[in-house]
């Protein structure tokens, strides 16, 4: 009997560290299946995400990221905003089951940000096809009103406008079409964003594109974030404009440029 005893004890000591093995090592193996599970399904927006980071570069409200953006994405990125619209709507107590007008908003919502009001964001820049200034122009251009519809980036409250944009070619500046104006307007205005910092890029893009003498932008808008909600003032405007090259240093030129626009 007491052989049997010992033999007992030496057998399940045996066994009791070979299981405490065995579960120490295929605890790892489950833990990097799941990771690998949760990385398959991980949101767009945070893959979009990692490869702006990836680069270093920026994704502000009013930058352009569509160089991270894969073709068909954009489909997917509504999907995911229409979810998270949802769920905004569910916290705003709002019955979207039984309440016939706000059964798809969240889809509507959705697909207004990424396909209309945000669109600058995620498209690319619109083709500008340029001509060699043959004539050798070197008159006062003025384009405008150039209708304009934006968001205020601290609260996403419309902001309703006009721009002028005046420019001043060389005989080696470049020229484009009337209506790439108001594309290139339209693409850099459709972005969540201040008015001081629109009329800034505005500006910046046509500069590098033409290679005017000098180029000037006036922008007038109606501030919703104002009008709509904190002092509700509906007769507040903003009115701001960004002078460069020969509108900055000839004021004959300059007040030619704004008795002009006054007309409009």
């Not at 579960?23 to 990692?50: E, F, M, Q």
């Not at 509504?78 to 705003?92: C, G, I, Y």
Request: hydrophobic share 40%; charged share 30%; proline share 5%.
């Amino acid at each position: 009997m007491p052989t049997k005893k010992v033999a007992v004890k030496k057998s399940s000591a045996a066994k009791t560290p070979v299981k405490k093995v065995a579960v120490k090592k295929s605890a790892p193996a489950t833990k990097v299946t799941k990771t690998a599970k949760a990385d398959d399904g991980l949101p767009l927006s945070v893959l979009i995400r990692r490869r702006i980071k990836a680069q270093n570069a920026r994704f502000h409200a009013n930058d352009n990221i569509s160089a991270f953006i894969k073709p068909g994405e954009l489909e997917g990125l509504v999907d995911e905003v229409a979810e998270k619209m949802q769920a905004v709507l569910e916290s705003l107590v709002i019955d979207t089951e039984s309440d016939h007008n706000t059964k798809s908003t969240s889809r509507r919502v959705a697909k207004m940000y990424v396909q209309e009001v945000f669109n600058g964001r995620y498209v690319e820049q619109p083709a500008l096809t340029k001509f060699p200034n043959v004539s050798r122009l070197n008159e006062l251009m003025i384009i405008g009103p150039i209708t304009v519809r934006s968001a205020c980036s601290h609260h996403l409250c419309p902001i309703m406008g006009r721009i002028w944009i005046g420019v001043l070619p060389s005989k080696n500046s470049a020229l484009i079409g009337l209506s790439k104006y108001s594309r290139l307007t339209e693409w850099v205005m459709c972005r969540p964003q201040i008015q001081e910092e629109a009329v800034v890029e505005l500006a910046d893009m046509l500069e590098k594109k033409i290679k005017p003498v000098g180029v000037a932008v006036v922008m007038d808008a109606d501030h919703f974030c104002m009008q709509w909600r904190g002092v509700k003032d509906r007769d507040s405007k903003m009115i701001n404009s960004v002078m460069r090259g020969a509108f900055l240093r000839d004021s004959n030129l300059r007040r030619e440029f704004l008795a002009l626009i006054e007309r409009k």
